[in-house]
């Protein structure tokens, strides 16, 4: 160890000397520009598996591969494969027709959409998605919110042409928004929706999709377009005499058939068809009761007429001038979000269960393309739902073939089996709904959030309530809120402690956590947990000289020795600003002008380099840095028994000028 | 030690057996919840004062000397204070009078109000603050920027009435809001403007304001109301023929003046008050001379006929009614957190330099009282300017009755001296703000922020761009965005880094920092450097897969002893949420799939608690959570050299079970 190396004796420990912390070499800034741009936006390093391949051919293969998975599994595909695929598929299309139907009605368009919107984006996703387990469809929140957002604007009863275009262009929007996302490696903005958060939004949204089923359940014919909790209680009580028993009998029959086959699958995970073939039978079941019973002259509503055929094409549908394109616009970027959060963790939880890896900027960008090609060929919003993901996993499915499949069987469906569904039953459609939107009250979430981590139950329980008592956008930007708040509050008050000595150990540790470790007399060491950010570096500022004036206070109290060092524990601050910087070199100031010695610990590279740069460490002095706070407290130990105290003068034996220590 | 502390015996350092880490015992949610609110908004505990007093009467003296500081310096006040404080306060009058005037101005208001203004409001701080040095008064940023929004929607020109009636509303609103603020001690929203924003706005903002001095300075009676650059340039060079040669002449000749006495006090700061009295002096030259030559009838705008008398009651001047109530309900929030923001940073700078403490939120109740009252006797917006209270401090001022004197000198001129003011020259108002602004355009700490950190210098310079390029309010979107947008960032991008072994020691540090510090060999060890929230659990999770990728890479390519262990270093983290729980969670899960072992080392008590309410502690196993990474790394060195590789199954000699290695 070099002569630099020895700063002081360490004297308590006597292990030997202390080491040096040295102000890190300064990089170019455009290395460092480029480091910090691949940290922020390339965390996962997409371009690895490249770096490593010398020939430009499979070069060219692995880069296709990239952005085509499809291209990457389709060669290894078997028979095998096809097999489990094939019962997956057909398995969720089952699922797919009768809740894609239910779910046009809730966005108020054509229930033929809904089937349109199982046929085209799968395809697309079977390509660009490198899920295998996901299964694309409409999802009911972002239906809602889609209805709830388009309907401020323009009626969908009064006026049902612009509002099915809005509904294609916002869509589009969605499409775009997300594939923009991914594009840019943007992805994270998703992750700023806190789980706790989305429990909490989903779980408001689906009791109010609840809420608004009681129309078809009851049999009401008029019905409040308002969605929170008090509006629809209303609707429901002022016109009792409205109600259909017909209508609520067929309801509850097929309520309790839906949750009780759910109930029996749960239990018996092989048996997972029954549940998930429980949709189409209840859909099959009531259209032949209604057909035998003409049960739709004795006010049970139902679908009626639908149009044979393959999706037709809406490129010219796409309204992009105002007045209606702004809120066609708004509306495409909330729900296109919210169904990214939905898709992004639905693909990422299940490519954890089966251990493969999802990037999740590709993730959207496949998204996004599903959604945009689907605006063009009269399918609205589309994401990979949980439910029918999970059924998809539990029937097996090896790869996006099961999209495949399923598109194909949805395709049979339009070209040939559309007058089926003259006679499903609307209460049929709202049992259906009903049934999904209760399986998404994720209330055991919920307690676990209580008994976890009560900020983040609040911030799921403010989400819950602002859906169900506000609106659904009340409600989200109530919880994009809390969750920013929340981001901010985290920022601006990081928590100090103070630290004292495991016995038998140069280890020290924070004191309310080990009650064993204990305080060294003459010196307080306050660990900072947390980056110092101009957001907290008043209150840092606050809060250190409160810790010293307590710590002073106490002194006073028991008259043990006077304070004369303080320690700052810089572990834990992994980076630092300008005001933080300036907040160091204020403290620097209020010890001295105490009298008192600050001594700086383990500081990591960027606090060096940034105290360099700014003088401040010509302030401190680096002969007060140290590399561990053993180190530290060793030599203000060294020194408070080797100088004279009361004067504190001159030079010790060692030659280590005393002068320093007050 | 006990029986349950030993977990491994600590193999390659041999210095003994591991220390547990404890769960720390579970308190109850309102002690918890009580802690939490005293941190976020009593950080400074500004009760501890009262707690060891117990004589009733000496609390209530106490408790009204914390509202009113005045009670707290008055009775110690001696006629020696008097006397500094009477020189000061005559010097910040001879300054606060033709400022006042300029930025009255300025704002679009009449001169007068400049003077009322700078009346009461000291009056009312010197009672309320707790500032020694602080000087009251108008301020030019805040000026313009009342101008700016205001005149969006009122004429000054057109309806002067209104626009004054507003300008008292915005005062009213901005002064509650900043005693609103105060007193919900929410002071830390103020914080969240980083100082590179303050500067970088400021010196935009000063930049715009010496562009609408053209107008003066070249006599110009027609000027374009936009502030941007671009405009101002145009309708500059468009009226060239316009220009006034008496009053470009007068105006250079003043700035000069000014400009020159100011670099003169800096050279020798003792004679502050040439550059103090220099403004006074210009003002009484330029009226001199224009009475003397009648140049008001050559072009030389002059300001006119000033009210004699104190200031008016403006109580009813308050708009409480739409539609104006809204914009002036804006601009007073604006308008108060600048002009707070700079008070505050203002107060505190001073109190550094002196050794006092100031209580931001208390000042905040101040300045908020003053602008209250304020708006009820015809003043507008004041807060601690810079400038003057630099002049305050640097002309010796002892407390707060430097601002009663500078009221009472204020009170003269506005009672007897206001016709004196009838022959002032524009153009000397107009290079006394120019003089003004050129010293708050602070291209040093800009030069300091690009040398220091980069990104801080990123968001000085679009803050400043924004003001410069489009307008103050623009500035201010752009500069409140950046901030906002580099706090996410800070909290979405924690640094992971990759420590080693500091030779010849038990310390584990940065192996970027520290080119010592060696890899042990069939262990890695992950640092993450903050806290794990929603935000960033997703790249943290992305991030230390690829450190544990690129780490087997390198294995590979050299062909060392391949990865066993993967141990985090929790010491930084500092707080965690319940998606960094389940972060955890899925690192043990996907660590366990690769056939390696994760290893905690050193988490704090927060950590520890949320692992253990939710069970991913069990998950984790206890054994495997060190309270140090020099015990972790010993105890898997241990299992590594002591178990059989290869197969790696059964028990070791010791009797510990070697299933756990992989």
């Known amino acids: 160890m070099g002569n630099n190396d020895l700063v002081f004796p360490v004297g308590v420990a006597g292990v030997g000397c202390a080491h040096r912390v040295p102000v890190p070499a300064s990089k170019p800034f455009l290395e460092t520009f480029r480091t910090n741009l691949k940290e922020t936006f390339f965390p996962d390093d997409p371009l690895r598996q490249f770096k490593n391949e010398i020939k430009p051919q499979r070069k060219l293969i692995k880069g296709l591969q990239y952005f085509f998975p499809i291209l990457e599994w389709a060669p290894k595909y078997t028979l095998d494969f096809f097999k489990s695929d094939l019962v997956a598929g057909i398995t969720i299309a089952s699922l797919a027709i009768p809740q894609g139907i239910s779910y046009a009605k809730l966005a108020n368009l054509p229930p033929i959409l809904g089937l349109y919107s199982s046929f085209v984006p799968p395809l697309v996703y079977a390509m660009l998605g490198s899920s295998k387990d996901l299964a694309v469809g409409t999802v009911a929140v972002p239906s809602l919110l889609m209805a709830s957002m388009l309907g401020k604007e323009v009626s969908a009863a009064q006026n049902p042409g612009l509002y099915l275009h809005l509904a294609f262009t916002a869509t589009f929007f969605a499409g775009a928004f997300q594939a923009g996302l991914g594009l840019l490696r943007l992805g994270f903005i998703v992750d700023f929706l806190s789980h706790a958060t989305i429990v909490g939004f989903m779980g408001g949204a689906a009791t109010v999709v609840c809420l608004q089923q009681l129309k078809g359940i009851l049999g009401l014919e008029h019905f409040t377009t308002a969605t929170d909790l008090v509006s629809v209680m209303e609707s429901v009580f002022t016109q009792t005499h409205q109600w259909r028993w017909e209508s609520v009998v067929l309801g509850c029959c097929f309520l309790f058939f839906l949750l009780s086959t759910r109930y029996f699958s749960k239990k018996s995970p092989k048996f997972f068809w029954i549940s998930a073939a429980a949709p189409l039978t209840s859909v099959i079941l009531g259209s032949v009761l209604v057909y035998l019973t003409h049960a739709e002259n004795h006010g049970v509503q139902v679908i009626g007429y639908l149009k044979k055929g393959l999706n037709p094409p809406s490129l010219n549908s796409l309204v992009f001038s105002p007045p209606y394109m702004m809120i066609a616009l708004k509306t495409g970027i909330v729900t296109g979000v919210i169904a990214l959060a939905e898709g992004i963790a639905v693909g990422r939880s299940f490519a954890m269960f089966k251990n493969y890896h999802i990037d999740g900027n590709k993730e959207m960008i496949a998204f996004g393309s599903m959604n945009m090609v689907g605006s063009l060929t009269s399918c609205y919003l589309t994401t990979g739902p949980f439910s029918r993901s999970a059924v998809n996993y539990n029937a097996g499915c090896k790869t ?9 069987a949805v395709m049979i469906t339009l070209l040939f089996l559309t007058p089926l569904f003259h006679y499903t039953p609307l209460v049929v459609l709202s049992s259906i709904i009903i049934a999904a939107m209760l399986g998404i009250i994720d209330y055991e979430t919920a307690f676990h959030l209580w008994h976890v981590d009560k900020i983040d139950f609040f911030v799921c329980f403010g989400a819950y309530f602002g859906v169900v008592f506000g609106s659904v956008e009340i409600g989200l930007v109530i919880a994009v809120a809390i969750s920013l708040l929340r981001v901010l509050l985290f920022i601006a008050r990081p928590r100090t402690t103070v630290l004292g000595n495991i016995p038998n150990s140069m280890i020290y540790r924070r004191r309310d956590q080990y009650p064993a470790a204990q305080a060294v007399p003459g010196v307080i060491i306050i660990q900072i947990d947390g980056p110092i950010y101009f957001a907290n570096a008043s209150y840092l500022r606050e809060r250190i000289s409160r810790w010293i004036d307590e710590e002073e206070d106490k002194i006073k109290l028991k008259g043990e020795r006077s304070l004369h060092y303080i320690i700052m524990d810089m572990g834990a601050v992994g980076s630092i600003d300008t005001s933080g910087i300036s907040m160091l070199k204020e403290v620097k100031k209020v010890v001295d002008r105490r009298g008192l010695q600050l001594v700086l610990a383990n500081p990591g590279s960027e606090v060096m380099k ?53």
């Open 610 to 662: 940034k105290l360099d740069k700014s003088k401040v460490l010509e302030i401190i002095g680096q002969e007060w840095i140290f590399l561990t706070v053993g180190e530290a407290v060793g030599a203000c130990s060294y020194l408070l028994h080797t100088c004279k105290p009361g004067t504190m003068e001159g030079v010790n034996e060692d030659g280590v000028a005393c002068a320093n220590v007050v």
């Open 400 to 408: 996006a073939m099961s999209n495949m499949v399923m598109a194909m």
